[in-house]
């Protein structure tokens, strides 16, 4: 079994619809979590983190952790085009430099206007 | 967050050869990360590099196959030895934030042919 897992898509959804990614891990030690978005021929860049269960709202994104479920969400509400790309999970036993970072596969987003 | 300047963005090389990636980042940070991506799998980490010493490699990466500089702080170079196509993919670098979080270069579109 892999540390994180995540539906690689492709997944596609029309301009303005309620987008749900998800991700699951099986070491529940993971205590930071984070998810990343990264466009075509550039680097990945750090949406969202966020360390309890629970939600965490930023603008039209929301990041949910479930930790008894090992189950962890980014929701995207109102989606533009411009949010097509490709969205990484990632989580960490700490949040120091030291801590090694697990990245999930990817889901690949296409919202059509 | 820091910037990233990572080159060539792109290179085909032939079997048997090196390629050296280079890293810059624009300001001095302790520790440097190289990541491999491969399509359809997730970010893994080869290595990281810290300023003065040796770099620390992840299980299934080698010095030999994959030998680091880290001269200062505020660069690296990642080479890519004796390629092969299984080494084609996609090399990123990147530092540790100070809110934690991780800053990416564009990354090193490598096609060995």
């Known amino acids: 079994q892999k540390e994180v897992e995540q539906d690689p898509g492709p997944l596609s959804v029309p301009e303005g619809a309620i987008v749900s990614l998800n991700c699951t891990y099986s070491n529940s030690a993971f205590q930071y979590f984070m998810w990343y978005r990264q466009y075509s021929r550039k680097g990945p860049e750090l949406l969202m983190y966020t360390y309890s269960s629970g939600n965490k709202e930023d603008g039209r994104f929301t990041a949910q952790v479930d930790k008894s479920s090992k189950y962890i969400s980014l929701f995207i509400r109102d989606s533009q085009p411009s949010d097509s790309a490709t969205y990484l999970c990632a989580m960490s036993f700490g949040e120091t430099s030291y801590d090694k970072v697990i990245f999930g596969p990817g889901t690949s987003l296409s919202v059509i206007p | 967050s820091a910037v990233i300047s990572q080159k060539p963005s792109r290179d085909i090389c032939q079997r048997g050869t090196s390629l050296t990636i280079q890293c810059q980042v624009d300001s001095q940070v302790t520790m440097m990360f190289w990541y491999r991506q491969q399509p359809g799998q997730s970010l893994t980490l080869i290595a990281t590099?810290?300023?003065?010493?040796?770099?620390?490699?992840e299980s299934g990466f080698v010095i030999d196959k994959f030998p680091i500089s880290r001269p200062n702080l505020t660069f690296s170079t990642l080479t890519v030895s004796n390629m092969s196509p299984e080494d084609s993919s996609i090399y990123l670098c990147?530092?540790?934030?100070?809110?934690?979080?991780?800053?990416f270069g564009s990354g090193t579109r490598l096609t060995v042919v």
């Open positions: 990147s530092v540790s934030g100070v809110f934690y979080g991780y800053t």
């Open positions: 590099a810290n300023q003065g010493s040796e770099a620390t490699y």
